[in-house]
């Protein structure tokens, strides 16, 4: 098992940047994928991001070129970088993991964090 706990969210005009973060209960190299997900107002939840074992990321359309998602080993910790931020990208941020590949954010997810809200205005 893993708990996950998210921080980092808050209130930005359009164009800034925000670094959300999850701390892990265990070691985050020995989780086999971990992940952001997001879920909007009335609308469903959607993947951002994964990156796993070996450091191999996925990233949904829409943030490309904008999200980085990285780990600290060392933290037992895991960041998503979002810069040029855009209103749309108003959600509330869910951190996730599971133990099993292949990894990708179209994959399951067995553990997650509450959520952090972040609010993008324009």
């Known amino acids: 098992q893993v708990q996950l706990v998210e921080s980092g969210g808050g209130s930005v005009q359009a164009g800034g940047s925000l670094r959300l973060s999850c701390a892990a209960s265990?070691?985050?190299?020995?989780?086999?994928?971990m992940g952001w997900f997001r879920r909007a107002p009335g609308k469903d939840r959607e993947g951002v991001a994964s990156?796993?074992?070996?450091?191999?990321?996925t990233y949904a359309d829409a943030v490309k070129g904008r999200f980085t998602i990285s780990k600290d080993n060392a933290k037992n910790t895991l960041y998503l970088q979002m810069n040029s931020l855009k209103p749309e990208d108003t959600a509330t941020y869910y951190c996730?993991?599971?133990?099993?590949?292949?990894?990708?954010?179209?994959?399951?997810?067995?553990?997650w964090g509450q959520g952090t809200q972040v609010t993008v205005s324009s």
């Open positions: 990156v796993d074992m070996s450091g191999r990321t």
């Open positions: 265990r070691v985050v190299s020995s989780i086999a994928c």
């Open positions: 996730a993991a599971d133990n099993s590949l292949p990894c990708a954010i179209w994959y399951y997810f067995g553990y």
